[in-house]
C-alpha cells in the first residue's frame, strides 16, 4: 500500500483512491455541503414548529361532546294529563 494515497468513500459502496491533498479537499467540501444541509433542515424545521403554534394559537380548543342522553327531546305531554290516557303524559289508563 501507497501510504500517499487514501481511500475515500464516495457512498453506495464506492470508493475513490486520493492523494492526501485530493482528500483533504473532498472532504473539506463535503463538510461544508453537509453543514448548509444542516442548517436548511434547522430552518425548515423551525418553520414547521412556527405554523404548528400558530395553528394551535388559531384553532379554539375542541368542545366537549354532548352526552346523547341530553341531546335527546324529552316526551312530549299532554296538554291535559287525564285527556287521552295512551301517551306518557296520561295519568290514568286508557277507557
Not at 324529552?74 to 291535559?80: A, R
Request: hydrophobic content about 35%; aromatic content about 4%; some cysteine.
Amino acid at each position: 500500500p501507497d501510504p500517499r494515497r487514501v481511500f475515500v468513500a464516495l457512498g453506495f459502496g464506492f470508493f475513490a483512491e486520493l492523494t492526501l491533498p485530493e482528500a483533504l479537499r473532498h472532504l473539506e467540501r463535503r463538510s461544508s455541503l453537509l453543514q448548509r444541509l444542516s442548517e436548511s433542515l434547522t430552518r425548515d424545521g423551525a418553520k414547521i414548529r412556527a405554523h404548528i403554534r400558530l395553528v394551535l394559537e388559531v384553532t379554539p380548543p375542541p368542545r366537549l361532546a354532548t352526552p346523547p342522553h341530553l341531546l335527546a327531546t324529552p316526551p312530549t305531554l299532554c296538554p291535559s294529563p287525564r285527556a287521552c290516557g295512551s301517551c306518557r303524559g296520561c295519568r290514568t289508563p286508557p277507557p
